[in-house]
């Protein structure tokens, strides 16, 4: 364990190689709670949204994501992101947690007046499962739909009789899936518990922020 952008982060459980190995042939949880979230509520072009961003997400259909920067002034990067679009002028911005500050009071600046945006990052969790087993696992949770998720797509689901996101995306380069969902911390503990109970028989483990390193790495994935 070690402190990361103001949480304690699992850096391994049991050793970064396992970790790795295990990821790209089975499944694997990691505990990403610590990543950012905002909410938007704006139209992207008379908001000024889409000059902030490297991505195109005028185009971008409803239940899609899409990776990229956000800009300073000069053009420099301040963050690596995604943007998922919830409907016409609703998308939530996962951000990096040692920049969520920064990147708040950059967008914050930037938007005009008529758009609506709020930090959400601490009332929302957020765990990933990938891994060629990953669907296998989650099926077990979810209901079909989630097989017809086309990468980088999304879609709500129930889970403990509340909305939760999962968007077919990650960092690892595998089948896999990110799951965000609001509660408070036993909610997180209880989807936790329940992904390894759906993944027991497939040996699903938890992995820590060094093998996802070296995952991401290992695929040619920016780390900002």
């Keep these: 364990m070690a402190p990361f952008g103001g ?39 008379s908001s000024g949204f889409d000059r ?11 239940g899609c994501c899409r990776y ?3 800009l300073n002034d000069q053009g420099g990067i301040l963050d690596d992101l995604i943007v998922y679009r919830i409907n016409q002028v609703s998308w939530m ?21 008529q758009a609506s945006l709020e930090d959400v990052s601490s009332r929302m969790a957020k765990l990933d499962v990938q891994g060629p087993l990953a669907q296998v696992v989650l099926k077990n949770i979810f209901d079909e739909k989630l097989a017809g998720l086309k990468y980088y797509n999304f879609a709500e689901f129930k889970l403990f009789d509340q909305s ?5 995306t990650g960092y690892t380069g595998e089948l896999g899936y990110e799951l965000y969902f ?6 997180a503990e209880h989807l936790w518990n329940k992904l390894f109970d759906a ?3 497939y040996e699903i483990l938890p992995v820590g922020l060094a093998a996802r390193d070296s995952l991401r790495l290992e695929m040619g994935f920016c780390l900002y």
């Excluded at 911005?93 to 007046?113: G, M, Q, R, S």
């Design 199 to 201: 993944g027991k028989e």
């Design 182 to 187: 609001t509660g408070d911390a036993k909610t």
């Design 68 to 70: 990229g920067f956000l």
């Design 164 to 168: 939760c996101i999962v968007s077919r």
């Design 93 to 113: 911005i996962v951000v990096n947690a040692a920049t969520i500050a920064a990147d708040f009071k950059h967008l914050k600046e930037n938007l005009l007046p």
């Design 52 to 62: 902030l961003l490297t991505q195109n997400i005028v185009s971008m259909p409803f």
């Design 7 to 45: 949480w304690i982060m699992p850096i391994q459980y049991e050793g970064i190689l396992a970790e790795h190995a295990h990821t790209r042939t089975q499944a694997a949880v990691f505990d990403i709670c610590h990543m950012g979230e905002f909410m938007l509520q704006a139209d992207p072009v």
